[in-house]
């Protein structure tokens, strides 16, 4: 995702096509460098998945084996995400 400070114009979606290729090609060009200046050792750490909060690592469930994967639990499509707590019922 490119930053909105890193973009030369103010809104991306009045851009021409050449200029979102040319934002594009930069991003590219500036991952490489960056990945060419970081020790072999850290390469590791640098591409590993990482919470935006704490800087935590967090687990791609994906890459667990078959038998873990199948313990994990995922909410159903029917479930409810939104839950109304009622706090005057239990007072």
């Not at 469930?61 to 109304?84: A, F, N």
Request: with cysteine.
């Amino acid at each position: 995702m490119v930053r909105a400070q890193a973009l030369p114009f103010t809104d991306w979606q009045r851009a021409t096509p050449g200029q979102l290729t040319w934002v594009y090609l930069n991003q590219l060009i500036d991952y490489d460098e960056r990945r060419r200046k970081i020790h072999p050792h850290c390469i590791t750490k640098w591409e590993q998945d990482s919470c935006e909060v704490c800087g935590e690592p967090v687990i791609d469930i994906s890459k667990l084996p078959e038998e873990i994967q199948d313990e994990i639990y995922r909410p159903g499509e029917e479930e409810s995400y939104e839950v109304e707590i009622d706090l005057e019922d239990n007072q």
